[in-house]
């Protein structure tokens, strides 16, 4: 009698843990994981508040650039303190093609981000001799708000702003 209370015993035992990595394996297969959001903007490109992802990100810009960066108090003084940031995308295209270029960015977006990050790496002719009188922005804006300032950027320099080229910064900025 003792015996069989013991086996029954066991048998519970390996039942129950049979049921569980059951569950577990249940749990694995068909419930959906769940992927936590790692920032704010990226709840924004998924068209939160019936606004597409690309105008979240370009009014966001749009707000740091005049507010929290200060950029258009030295940029839109019709060129006397900054450049005009109008046609970036051409003109980050001919800085970087002029052979006085001292800076390493290899695209026009990639040296905004560098102008943003590390001014004096190349200071525009016109505006300064070695050290650029514009402020870095490395350590004051997040990667969040580049991204959006970026984005902005390209919407006022006309050039097309879509999310899988904004993307590609989190490089840029690193
Ligand atoms: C205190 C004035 C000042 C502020 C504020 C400022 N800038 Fe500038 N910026 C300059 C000056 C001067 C230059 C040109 C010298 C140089 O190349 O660093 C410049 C250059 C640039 C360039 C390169 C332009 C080109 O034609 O090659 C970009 C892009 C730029 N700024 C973006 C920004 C953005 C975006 C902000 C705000 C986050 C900002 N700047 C804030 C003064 C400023």
Not at 159 to 166: I, K, M, P, T
Request: with cysteine.
């Amino acid at each position: 009698m003792k015996g069989f209370a013991l086996k029954s015993y066991s048998k519970i035992i390996v039942f129950s843990l049979a049921s569980i990595l059951a569950f577990m394996l249940f749990v694995e297969i068909f419930v959906p994981k769940i992927v936590p959001r790692s920032s704010p903007l990226d709840a924004l490109e998924t068209g939160a508040g019936g606004e597409t992802g690309i105008a979240a990100l370009v009014r966001i810009g749009e707000a740091i650039y005049n507010g929290k960066g200060g950029c258009s108090l030295c940029h839109d003084q019709g060129g006397e303190r900054a450049p005009s940031l109008e046609y970036l995308e051409a003109t980050a295209s001919e800085r970087i093609a002029d052979e006085s270029y001292s800076g390493s960015a290899e695209g026009p977006w990639q040296y905004v981000v560098e102008s943003l990050l590390e001014p004096s790496a190349f200071v525009v002719p016109g505006y300064g001799t070695e050290e650029s009188t514009m402020p870095g922005y490395s350590g004051k804006l997040s990667e969040d708000e580049l991204r959006a300032l970026v984005a902005y950027l390209k919407f006022r320099s006309k050039a097309s702003v879509d999310l899988l080229q904004v993307e590609p910064l989190q490089e840029e900025v690193e």
